[in-house]
């Protein structure tokens, strides 16, 4: 009788915990918009991303190099003509695992980026060498999903995740004005949103 007991007192300690714990995530994710700003986290040690335009360094920095392949390749946006799920991309990320970037549409994905964030792009490639804005921003998409700094990636609430990085080019410069990425992704589709350079190193 005293074991049934016991149980029943730990049973209940555990779901008053649960409980606790549910409500405070869903308080903390009511007082932030999906706009607003997720604070914390700072650039540490990574394990290097391998990747056709650059990759991650130790420090958690993107490097995008001047010169390189095309990216995505006619091949692939070709396929965004048939359909916007198609896939641009594939991640295999620690945090959430397979994240894809698909064609998309005016609200998420790559036509998203397109639309939205190619001058944003065009801006940080300028005057560094022969890449194009989409070269710039796979590389960087690329990095900050597969090799993530410590602290990310962090929740940006709505169902939201963000990855950050600072990037450079690799000569060593920085973009001017924009020297930072930003990586949204979607929890619950495990989908890229958007990807632009920013003026901070924060999501």
């Not at 710039?136 to 700094?149: D, F, Y």
Request: net charge negative; with cysteine; proline share 5%.
């Amino acid at each position: 009788m005293s074991q049934k007991r016991n149980r029943s007192v730990i049973t209940g300690v555990a779901a008053v915990l649960a409980a606790g714990l549910v409500a405070g995530g869903v308080a903390l994710t009511a007082q932030r918009g999906a706009d607003d700003p997720v604070l914390g986290g700072t650039a540490a040690s990574v394990v290097p991303s391998a990747t056709a335009g650059g990759g991650a360094t130790k420090d958690g920095t993107v490097t995008i190099t001047r010169t390189g392949p095309d990216l995505p390749g006619d091949a692939v946006l070709d396929r965004c003509d048939r359909s916007t799920r198609e896939t641009v991309a594939r991640y295999d990320t620690e945090a959430l695992g397979t994240v894809v970037l698909q064609c998309g549409n005016s609200g998420q994905g790559y036509e998203h980026i397109r639309v939205r964030h190619t001058a944003d792009w065009e801006d940080v490639v300028t005057g560094h060498g022969s890449r194009d804005w989409d070269d710039a921003m796979l590389t960087a998409v690329q990095s900050a999903l597969e090799a993530p700094a410590t602290g990310y990636p962090q929740d940006a609430g709505d169902g939201k995740v963000c990855f950050a990085a600072p990037v450079r080019f690799d000569d060593g410069s920085r973009p001017a004005a924009e020297p930072f990425v930003r990586v949204i992704v979607s929890a619950t589709t495990d989908r890229v949103i958007t990807a632009f350079p920013t003026s901070d190193g924060g999501c």
